[in-house]
């Protein structure tokens, strides 16, 4: 990063952030990218520029889109967000489920709501990292497109999704028009994200790059960082390894788990502000996340490292459990 070559990307004469948008949009299979400072940006410029004011937008219950973008995708792009139900395993809407919103939608009366563009999420976050397979993406896609919608895909953990999957990326971005991904989460890179598209979108998406503040000058140092973010995919499957390792070992203090398909680790307990803090007091950071407790691998994770928490959580276990019995004893 510190011999990045840089320039003004405002301008679009970074030679980094060129070669990284570049190098994304091969990856992703599409014909252009651009660089953001983040996945929230990536995700509010893509949808900017989908929707007109008063369009509604579909995306899986519980999307990042619908729950954690300070609602920026009704304020700011001015769509009108419908939830789909996730009815065919965990973050995964089916086709059906998205024909029922989208069945007469190529046909709106003029006095009646568009629905006018389909936002999936791979992986699905709030689900706990969930992966949606190239087939089950394929015919979300398709029944989308069936009544004239547009397509974008939240990527911002896509990379674990292709490597949980071990195919490349580009197969579960297949028919979509946009594509967010992000470097600075599991792949460890400090800043950075990029939406992908087509030419005509990439240009449309840099002027509301601009307006939104994203455009900057020197970011090849950043760029530099998410390029070597990218020479590092495969190293992933350790975070999902020890993703299994962490829930292994919380199911044998009987924990709630939910089954980490990559690298995010959920877990239902009786009372989340209760347990984060008595995780914390151990020196273990996790986050709540859709009622339950939300642990994330990342490359800074080692298996030694998971087995230290899982040794300090039983031991906080244990401890609670002496106090218990004294309490019951006197009582
Ligand atoms: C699925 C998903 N999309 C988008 C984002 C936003 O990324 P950022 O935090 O870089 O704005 C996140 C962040 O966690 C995410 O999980």
């Known amino acids: ?9 405002v301008i679009d004469v970074d030679p980094t952030i060129r070669a990284l948008e570049e190098r994304v949009a091969e990856l992703l299979g599409k014909p252009a990218a651009l660089w953001t400072p983040s996945g929230t940006m990536a995700n509010l410029i893509a949808l900017s520029v989908h929707l007109r004011r008063g369009d509604r937008f579909l995306a899986p219950r519980g999307a990042h889109v619908l729950t954690n973008e300070l609602g920026s995708a009704a304020w700011l792009a001015g769509g009108m967000p419908e939830p789909i139900e996730t009815d065919a395993g965990p973050g995964r809407p089916s086709s059906t489920a998205v024909r029922r919103l989208t069945a007469g939608a190529s046909k709106t009366p003029y006095y009646a709501l568009r629905t006018t563009l389909l936002c999936l999420e791979n992986t699905h976050n709030a689900a706990g990292g969930a992966v949606t397979p190239p087939d089950e993406h394929a015919q979300l ?15 911002a953990r896509l990379w ?12 579960l971005t297949v028919g979509t028009d946009t594509v967010s991904v992000c470097f ?10 990029a939406v992908a598209g087509s030419i005509a979108f990439v240009e449309q998406a840099r002027r509301m790059r601009q307006m939104l503040g994203g455009g900057v000058r020197q970011g090849g140092i950043l760029a530099a960082g998410c ?11 350790a975070d999902h390894a020890n993703a299994e390792r962490l829930a292994d070992g919380l199911r044998e203090f009987d924990w709630d788990v939910v089954q980490p398909e990559t690298n995010i680790v959920l877990a239902g307990v009786a009372d989340v502000p209760a347990t984060l803090a008595a995780l914390r007091d151990v020196g273990v950071l996790a986050l709540p996340m859709a009622g339950k407790v939300r642990f ?3 490359r ?3 298996a030694a490292e998971i087995d230290e928490v899982l040794r300090r959580i039983g031991e906080e276990r244990a401890r609670r459990e002496r106090r218990h019995e004294a309490t019951t004893v006197r009582a």
């Open 160 to 171: 674990n999704a292709a490597v949980a999957l071990d195919v490349p990326p580009a197969a």
């Open 141 to 155: 896609v398709a029944t989308a497109r069936d009544s004239g919608l547009a397509v974008h895909l939240d990527g």
């Open 1 to 9: 990063m510190a011999e990045a070559e840089v320039g003004d990307n």
């Open 296 to 298: 994330v691998t990342h």
């Open 300 to 302: 800074d994770v080692t």
């Open 227 to 237: 390029l070597h973010a990218l020479d590092n995919l495969d190293d992933l499957a």
């Open 184 to 193: 600075s989460k599991g792949l460890g890179a400090p800043v950075g994200s």
